[in-house]
């Protein structure tokens, strides 16, 4: 059996799943957009492709060094990285959540130059396990966001966190991308395109930056893969920054994440065949159930209908899917494209109101 571990210093190990791409109600999942905050710099982004390899560790590493901060909470340990001079730090839900679900009281952020402050948390979102902190002060220093699209398979990344709550500062350490896209679902947790690495990672890391060699962050270090006993076997997890930055950006602007639903469980359209469907698509999402009374039902989607678009949103992936479902909330008249025996069609529904 395998599990995975999210990674406060105290954390225990749930049993969730991980699923190179499974069926999950649209519901049920994290979004991982919306309109970009003007005022956020969580949008500010490259599509330039990193070096594959990182030549200079060390300068890297000092690159970084001083945006990244130790979190302290009653519930453990963790890590989290500044996006702005204003004070807004990322980190992960579970860092600053107890078990419960509920928000940790006191929340001490310390900087790299021994700098202690008292966090606001700005907002929370337990499906994608994304969190935003605010601290008071000056002198900070943001690290840019990279993208996560493009990726690839054995480009070298670098991690930087707080792990076992080491004395001396964080631990730092080098891997590459081991695979993209793994989705991690089981409630409340949801992450549809993960980042796998073989970067170590440990108790302590979880809300650190994942980083390329041209220092952008492109991920936020969440879990790692256990198997049976408890033994690491490499596989670490991290949030992708083009699933968290959206969520990021409604965070700081309104403090919550507010979700439209269609009502759909889907899969990858390459999984099509194991669901007992035949389609003629290369990209999409595919339908695989959709729930009694809900606004898929009422609009007459299918099971094995792939869904290709939302009121002009391109949807190529689940991804893209929950991009859609976060910029078009609840209430909202939406048109959705989608292929059925090889034609395109398109339903009028009114977007349901997902579980936050």
């Keep these: 059996m395998k599990r995975i571990g999210f990674l406060t210093a105290a954390a225990v190990i749930l049993a969730l799943g991980l699923l190179a791409a499974a069926c999950t109600d649209d519901d049920g999942g994290g979004d991982a957009s919306g309109t970009p905050s003007a005022t956020s710099t969580a ?4 599509e330039v492709t990193a070096d594959p390899v990182i030549e200079n560790a060390v300068e890297l590493v000092e690159q970084l060094r001083p945006s990244v901060v130790h979190l302290r909470t ?48 700005i907002g929370r979102d337990a499906r994608t396990d994304v969190a935003v902190l605010q601290i008071d002060a000056t002198g900070l ?25 080491l004395v001396g500062g964080p631990t730092v350490t080098k891997g590459v991308v081991s695979a993209v896209n793994r989705l991690v679902d089981e409630s409340p947790v949801f992450i549809a ?16 930056p994942l980083v390329t060699a041209d220092g952008k962050v492109v991920g936020i270090t969440t879990a790692v ?3 049976q006993g408890g033994i690491a076997e490499g596989i670490g997890l991290a949030v992708s920054i083009d699933l968290a930055k959206p969520v990021v950006d409604r965070l700081i602007a309104d403090g919550f994440v507010n979700r439209g639903r269609l009502g759909i469980f889907t899969a990858a359209v390459s999984r099509a065949t194991e669901n007992n469907c035949l389609i003629d698509a290369s990209s999409g999402v595919l339908v695989t159930s959709v729930v009694a009374d809900t606004p898929a039902a009422t609009g007459g ?21 929950f991009r859609a479902l976060l910029e078009h909330g609840p209430g909202e008249t939406v048109d959705v494209s989608y292929i059925r025996d090889g034609e395109v069609e398109v339903i009028v529904v009114t977007l349901g109101k997902s579980p936050n």
């Design 301 to 321: 989607l299918e099971d094995c209908d792939v869904i290709v678009e939302i009121e002009n949103l391109s949807v190529d992936n689940i991804t893209d899917l």
């Design 141 to 165: 220093k943001a690290v840019p966001l990279g993208t996560s699209s493009s990726l690839r398979v054995g480009q070298e990344v670098l991690t930087m966190g707080n792990a076992l709550n």
């Design 225 to 227: 893969l256990r198997g």
């Design 193 to 208: 395109d993960a980042i796998q690495t073989d970067a170590a990672i440990n108790p302590g890391n979880s809300g650190g």
């Design 43 to 46: 949008t500010s982004t490259t």
């Design 74 to 121: 009653a519930q453990g340990v963790g890590t989290g990285f500044i996006i702005d001079e204003a004070g807004y730090i990322v980190t992960n839900n579970h860092v600053i959540s107890f078990d419960n679900g509920q928000p940790a009281g006191e929340i001490e952020v310390t900087l790299s130059d021994g700098r202690t402050f008292d966090a606001e948390i």
